[in-house]
């Protein structure tokens, strides 16, 4: 059997069963290879589960929204199991909250250009790394040599380049969220950007304020960040944020020791909320 | 009359010496207009803009006025220069047609929009019809013709080698008769444009007046991010928020681009929100569109563009919802 | 007063630097006292901002101050192993080196934003670390974070023209605004 | 909109010489906010105080800037000024106008310009605080010990003695930790067991102390005042209101079982006092060498007590007790050397002792009452070698720290051989011989004239050559080779954290260091104090020490407690952490930063979007939280603000100071 009709025997039988109260998959869009996510609760909608080499959207994120109703099945690949390990060590959800069918993933491609997504090209662990059962095997797919080769390339600018370079990301940001929203680690009950008491950042569209959002952004989530891409993939205006968050986590890399989040369901605490008596000193 | 593709950017040239010219192009990697100057290429081959032309009327940010504080601890209020004279050349008839759209909002119904009133009035629009549509385009089931925008000043036809020209409104016909030397005599028939992406809007507005509390609500808001991204790609999208920011000695008063996507959009300083989830948000927005704006204004919010087709991160679809909505069966209303 | 902060080669005559320290009360603060009551002379670009202790800085204070013009950013709390609250330095010590990475990343010069720990003795300290801050940023110019890239043009780019790239785009505050 | 009083301090001319106080007063009145600005020579003396209360009734002004001195200077001067007004205290905020202005500038218009952004600043961070109340934190006059060593009884008596209740906690069957098993104390050589039984029975009998032998906290919640602690009893099966220590059953039992207290180098009985002078005076069965408890047969003690004490079927018994303070006496252990010492036998020689060994082997009540006989074969030995610092100064097989007291405590040993084995040769191998107290050096010296040869160096192997035990070194001074055939070798080890406190401090939240010794709240300041307020430690607990300093540190602690103590209720700080429920996500970020385990995570009930959702949320306990605010930068949310300094004021002052 495919993966794909392993995923909509599951689900019917896991909905069916009771086991679970809705399954979060993908379906097809109307155009020609699209795909979109799918939240189903009736075991006779499984027949509309896809899962094809086009399933661009990561998964996890939708079960905050479900859990409501009960315990939720979701496919998940690599990315997506992170995402879960991610929420349940941040205690969003929690282990038992989440059924995992893991499927193998080769890497996703763009449907219009039908190239690998960038962010599938810099992927590390494109198997689940957190699953209750497997549909199918697990899948081959090459390692990026050096996820830090595009942070290296910005390094090498000048600052002044790197100002110009930032600057005119920040210049073509519209603050439409697309990449908070989507991002698993962002699941703060009320971001700040929306704290108007504080007005940690004005609601003008400019560069100063773009980059505070930019900057805040990636001092919030770059302890936890667990590299699915989907913020890059996600934004409209196609801004690197990916250069931003592997910045912060080379840093953590160099300085703390070898970081990659969401790999393990553990309760130690994230890099910046702990120390080391030995941490370098640069500030004497 | 006729302008031969030859003379385009001759005439874009003149026109740019004198007042600001805007154009598609494709700016730092984002397809949008920009004013006309050197490095900026316009592209009249691109089906559309991701950004909207709305900002041209409706900046994303627009500085209102601005004060400062002098010595004695005195507020002096000072208003900003008027817009300049602008030309928007080889806007799209859907995009034409947001501006029909922008204008109900912003003008009628006894509220005038100074900003909006002082830059329109010194908008001349030029729009270029479509000879290809892209895959997400449904102006036609929207009530657009891709070829024709009658709301524009100075309509443009391809007709292959040359742009049959319309002038179509007082404003229009000034300006192309200062255009004569680049134009021509004659007519061509136009280019026809295939939609291809088709949908049906019988009786849609009114069925949505019944299924405010229908399922389809929930089974569409499940997998949006609520992510501004729609609403600000939308072209007749033109929600703001009003607010102010001090830099130094000075203050400046401006209004931004709002979305109704946003739970801060409706959060009310007592912690309510009348729109907490992102049901009660998606549901509005689309009711805003396809129902409540026709039943103010008569037409539809929605122009067909597909640039929220395009670009929303979940694919979250309106002309599937549209396609949902008609084959809806609504609940007989219960007997008052 | 005219904002013409963009071009380096059009600093007002009158500029100075303006540099913000966040000091916490156990150490710095009291290095800060000390230095006056020790009559030790520095520049008066410096104000300094009481916090409880260095792990109470918020990378969010710091863009604040930098995108609202202030030139410098200090940030000074107990060595490490000092803290008041035992342990808020070394939490400080972490979140401010992969801050200040990320802010030089993104083009900002090293010398506007620094971090020194300043005990409650280093009275010299403090003033030395404030003379060399006011130095290190009269040597940069006034800070460049809030140029408006107008919406409709096409930005200027690192190859571009330098003058060009400088010039302020937009006269965000006209003339006759007073001093 | 708020009501704002700024008072402008002249200081004599120590701010009025340097800053234009009236042009700083004329700017003060265009800020937002601002209805009263007032001037003054000195405004902390008496009618300048006065001023600023009349100005705060008439004017009606509901938050005050002063700008005087520091606020490390008069900072409560002001908030004690505030009380006796409607405003409230903590509606408050000083702009420093003397030490960071006035003080470091010269030029008088650039000073008038920095204090006019001072002022600002404070005006901006002012008019966003909001009113603090502390609240009344009653202290429950009680204090519990843990741990009955010499520093443990040294701060029960003396808590005690000032007329307070004092619990000791004691896991050992009997009081007197580790110095009753001493022979004799460097450097008067008094008897160690003349000058320790004494402060044991002294503690027994006090009136105001209970003692809980055999006895382990169980667990504990609360803070300062209030310290909710539970201890097990351990079953001791026996009835101590009914035993009167006779000593009968011990005679009688049949089980032997190695004795710890001599260091394994005697066999007790399984019903047992530690040793003669134990306090409590009476025996426990050792449950698990008990034929009766084991098997279910013999019942000897039973049969014998004569006041039918003996009690099979006890059980542990737990007893919650509040307590307002609480002092950590847990002493150390010595560094189990075996493992890391495989050179020198690792175990396996029985003549190669530890110190505490040597202790018991000279002692008149040990195991050889006081003869020096090694332990394989009863012989004295005519040739000791003493080896310093095994397990200290060793970063690479033992601890990094120095011990501190093996260096006195070795030459004692070195003298009290060479005492009682006159024909002996005593052979010290050291690094370094550290003699800093009253009378040590002089000590140290005469057991060098007493014989006793100090070799610098380690030795690197120890290894059997008949019934001699070579030792192998290098005397460092020389850079030659030196062999020594010894009969018998003492090690004084390391003294490391004693067991289990890991585990004990992590429920007091107690910070350890890397060497897992509890932590001070501060190494020179607080010595004596932990960050948890209303925990203090005393003697080794904190490190190695000998028996003065920990004495000495027993007594500054039961001073702290004291302190404590006599006072009725404390008042909490009320400039701390503060949850905003409806934002926080209760993942627990807050909590792992917290230094004081003042946060912890509960599940609440809300109603949010007119349903019924429980959810974890994080939770201050205003007791513990010392205002730090490192919690506050973890959460992104901001669901956690720290009063007083709260991120929408930080942000304003930000601001202000940016509209210069």
Redesign the interface.
């Known amino acids: 059997m495919s993966a794909q009709e392993i995923i909509r025997a599951r689900a019917k039988e896991l909905l069916e069963s009771g086991e679970i109260a809705t399954f979060i998959g993908w379906e097809a869009?109307?155009?020609t290879n699209?795909?979109?996510?799918?939240?189903i609760t009736d075991a006779a909608d499984a027949g509309k589960l896809v899962f094809n080499e086009y399933c661009a959207?990561t998964l996890a994120?939708?079960v905050t929204?479900?859990l409501?109703r009960g315990k939720v099945g979701l496919v998940v690949r690599g990315c997506d199991s992170r995402a879960i390990v991610r929420l349940i060590n941040?205690?969003?959800i929690k282990r038992e909250d989440v059924y995992l069918v893991g499927v193998g993933c080769p890497g996703m491609k763009d449907r219009k250009t039908d190239e690998p997504l960038k962010k599938c090209t810099e992927c590390r662990h494109n198997n689940p790394l957190v699953f209750d059962e497997m549909a199918g095997e697990n899948a081959e797919k090459a390692v990026p040599e050096d996820r830090f080769a595009e942070?290296k390339e910005?390094?090498a600018m000048t600052?002044?380049?790197?100002?110009?370079?930032?600057?005119?990301i920040y210049?073509?940001c519209?603050?439409?969220?697309?990449c908070?929203?989507?991002c698993p680690c962002c699941?703060?009950?009320?971001?700040?950007v929306?704290?108007?008491?504080?007005?940690?950042v004005?609601?003008?569209?400019?560069?100063?304020?773009n980059?505070?959002y930019g900057?805040?952004r990636?001092?919030?989530i770059?302890d936890r960040c667990i590299e699915c891409g989907?913020c890059e993939?996600?934004c409209?205006?196609?801004l690197p944020l990916m250069k931003?968050n592997r910045?912060?986590i080379q840093?953590?890399n160099d300085?703390?020791g070898e970081f990659e989040s969401g790999l393990v369901i553990s309760a130690e605490?994230?890099?910046?909320?702990?120390?080391e008596?030995t941490?370098?000193?640069?500030?004497? | 009359m006729l302008l031969s593709k030859q003379n385009l950017m001759p005439l874009l040239n003149s026109l740019a010496s004198d007042v600001d010219v805007f154009v598609p192009t494709t700016i730092d990697g984002v397809k949008k207009f920009a004013r006309l100057a050197d490095g900026v290429e316009p592209d009249f081959d691109m089906i559309n803009t991701t950004m909207p032309p709305k900002d041209l009327l409706f900046p994303q940010t627009q500085k209102m006025y601005h004060f400062d504080v002098d010595k004695n601890g005195s507020y002096h209020i000072h208003e900003y220069d008027e817009s300049r004279e602008q030309i928007v050349f080889g806007i799209r008839p859907c995009d034409m047609r947001s501006i029909v759209c922008l204008d109900e909002v912003f003008l009628t119904k006894g509220f005038v929009d100074e900003f909006y009133a002082n830059a329109r009035e010194k908008l001349l629009t030029v729009s270029i019809g479509c000879t290809q549509a892209a895959e997400t385009c449904f102006c036609t089931s929207m009530g657009v013709d891709p070829i024709y925008a009658p709301n524009a000043d100075v309509m443009l036809q391809d007709t292959g080698d040359a742009y049959k020209v319309t002038a179509q409104t007082p404003k229009g016909e000034a300006a192309v008769s200062a255009w004569s030397e680049f134009l021509s005599d004659g007519d061509a028939e136009p280019v026809n444009c295939d939609v291809t992406l088709k949908v049906s809007m019988e009786g849609v507005v009114d069925k949505l007046e019944g299924m405010y509390d229908s399922p389809i609500w929930e089974n569409l808001s499940i997998k949006c991010l609520n992510c501004g991204t729609c609403t600000y790609v939308c072209p007749t999208c033109h929600c703001f928020d009003i607010s102010q920011e001090n830099r130094k000695k000075d203050g400046v008063r401006f209004r931004c681009w709002d979305s109704c996507m946003f739970s801060e959009y409706t959060a009310m300083a007592g912690g309510h929100n009348p729109r907490p989830e992102k049901l009660e948000r998606e549901r509005n927005r689309f009711m805003h569109k396809l129902n409540f704006f026709e039943r103010r204004y008569g037409m539809s919010l929605c122009v067909g563009c597909g640039r929220c087709v395009e670009k929303c991160p979940v694919a979250l679809d309106i002309t599937r919802l549209i396609d949902d909505i008609g084959s809806y069966e609504v609940a007989p209303a219960s007997a008052e | 007063m005219p904002v013409v902060e963009n071009n380096a080669n059009a600093i007002p005559e009158d500029w100075e630097p303006k540099i913000i320290a966040f000091c916490c009360h156990w150490c710095t603060y009291t290095g800060a006292d000390l230095a006056g009551l020790n009559r030790m002379n520095y520049p008066a670009n410096v104000r300094v901002l009481r916090i409880p202790c260095s792990g109470r800085m918020n990378p969010q204070y710091v863009i604040e101050a930098l995108n609202k013009g202030c030139d410098g950013v200090l940030v000074c709390g107990c060595h490490p192993g000092d803290c008041h609250y035992v342990t808020g330095n070394y939490y400080a010590r972490r979140r401010m080196m992969i801050f200040k990475r990320l802010l030089e990343y993104e083009g900002l010069e090293p010398g506007r934003f620094q971090v020194k720990w300043i005990s409650g003795a280093e009275a010299g300290k403090f003033r030395d670390t404030v003379m060399k801050a006011v130095e290190d940023v009269r040597a940069l110019g006034p800070i460049n974070l809030t140029r408006e890239i107008p919406y409709f043009e096409l930005p200027a780019m690192p190859d571009d023209d330098e003058e060009a790239f400088n010039a302020v785009p937009e006269e965000v505050f006209p003339e006759e605004v007073n001093a | 909109m708020s009501r704002i009083g700024v008072f402008l301090c002249y200081c004599g001319s120590n701010i009025a010489g340097t800053v234009d106080v009236e042009a700083v007063a004329e700017m003060a009145r265009t800020l937002p906010g601002v209805v009263y600005v007032e001037t003054n020579k000195y405004t902390c003396s008496d009618p300048g105080q006065e001023g600023v209360k009349n100005a705060i009734i008439e004017k009606g002004i509901d938050r005050v800037v002063v700008g005087p001195c520091s606020p490390r200077m008069h900072e409560p001067t002001w908030r004690k000024l505030l009380a006796d007004t409607p405003v409230n205290p903590y509606m408050l905020e000083v702009a420093n106008l003397r030490e960071q202005c006035s003080w470091v500038h010269k030029d008088k218009a650039i000073a008038t310009e920095k204090a006019k952004d001072l002022v600002k600043m404070a005006v901006a961070k002012v008019a966003r605080l909001s009113p603090l109340h502390s609240t009344e934190i009653p202290v429950h006059k009680k204090a519990l010990v843990i741990g009955g060593g010499i520093a443990g009884m040294q701060t029960a008596l003396d808590i005690a003695d000032a007329g307070f209740k004092v619990t000791i906690v004691e896991r050992e069957t009997s009081l007197g930790g580790k110095m009753v098993m001493l022979d004799k104390t460097f450097p008067t050589m008094d008897c160690s067991a003349c000058i320790c039984t004494p402060k044991m029975s002294e503690v027994g009998n006090h009136p105001n102390i209970t003692v809980k032998s055999y006895s382990e906290v169980e667990s504990v919640s609360g803070y300062i005042g209030n310290f909710e602690v539970t201890i097990r009893e351990k079953a001791k099966y026996i009835d101590y209101t009914k035993c009167t220590g006779c000593g009968a059953c011990e005679t009688k039992c049949p089980s032997k079982v190695i004795n710890e207290f001599e260091q394994g180098m005697s066999k007790r009985t399984a019903i047992y006092k530690m040793f003669p002078q134990a306090v409590p005076s009476k025996p426990v069965i050792d449950a698990e060498h008990c034929r009766m408890l084991q098997e279910g047969k013999c019942g000897v003690c039973a049969k014998v007590c004569p006041t039918g004490a003996i009690n099979y079927q006890d059980e542990d018994k737990l007893t919650t007790e509040t307590y307002g303070a609480i002092v950590f006496a847990t002493g150390y252990k010595l560094i189990d050397w075996k493992p890391l010492y495989p050179e020198y036998g690792g175990g396996k020689y029985p003549d190669v002792i530890t110190g505490l060994q040597f202790e018991r082997l000279v002692n008149a009540s040990g195991p050889t009452e006081g003869h020096i006989l090694r332990p394989s074969d009863n012989k004295e030995p005519k040739s000791v070698v003493i080896i310093k610092c095994v397990g200290s100064r060793d970063p690479n097989k033992g601890k990094a720290y120095c011990s501190r007291a093996c260096c006195m405590y070795s030459a004692k040993h070195a003298h009290q051989y060479l005492d009682k084995v006159p024909d002996g040769r005593c052979y010290v191998f050291y690094m370094d011989v550290r003699t800093p107290g009253k009378g040590y050096d002089e000590f140290y010296m005469n057991t060098v004239h007493d014989g006793a040869q100090y070799l610098r160096g380690r030795v690197s192997k120890i290894y059997k050559e008949g019934d001699k035990l070579i030792c192998k070194g290098e005397d460092t001074l020389t850079s030659q080779q030196v062999t020594v055939a010894a009969d018998m070798v003492v090690l004084e080890t390391a003294m490391v954290p004693a067991d289990g406190i890991d585990e004990l401090a992590a429920k007091f939240t107690v910070g350890r260091d890397a060497d897992g010794w509890l932590v001070e709240a501060h190494a020179k300041l607080r010595p004596v104090e932990t960050n948890t307020a209303g925990i203090y430690l005393a003697g080794t607990a904190q490190g190695p020490k000998d028996i003065p300093d920990s004495v000495c540190q027993a007594g500054a602690a039961a001073s702290k407690v004291i302190g404590l103590l006599n006072k009725d209720k404390l008042e909490s700080n009320p400039q701390i952490s503060r949850v905003n429920e409806a934002l926080c996500q209760g993942d627990g970020a807050c909590a792992n930063i917290c230094p004081y385990g003042a946060i912890s995570i509960v599940e609440k009930q809300f109603r949010e979007n007119s349903r019924k959702v429980t959810r974890p949320v994080a939770q201050v306990n205003p007791g513990l939280c010392q205002g730090c605010g490192a919690c506050t930068v973890t959460c992104r949310a901001g669901a956690m603000d720290l009063m007083g300094y709260t991120n929408e004021s930080i942000m304003r002052e930000v601001d202000a100071l940016c509209q210069w």
């Open positions: 869009g109307r155009f699209q795909t979109t996510p799918l939240v959207n994120k939708y929204d479900v409501a941040d205690k969003v942070v910005v390094e600052a002044a380049e790197r100002t110009r370079y930032f600057e005119s210049a073509k519209i603050r439409c969220y697309a908070r929203d989507v699941t703060c009950r009320e971001c700040f929306d704290q108007r008491r504080e007005n940690w004005g609601k003008q569209n400019n560069v100063a304020e980059r505070f900057l805040t990636v001092m919030h770059g989907e993939r996600v409209p205006m196609d931003l910045k912060v840093d953590m300085l703390f605490p994230s890099v910046l909320t702990t120390y008596l941490d370098r000193e640069e500030f004497m």
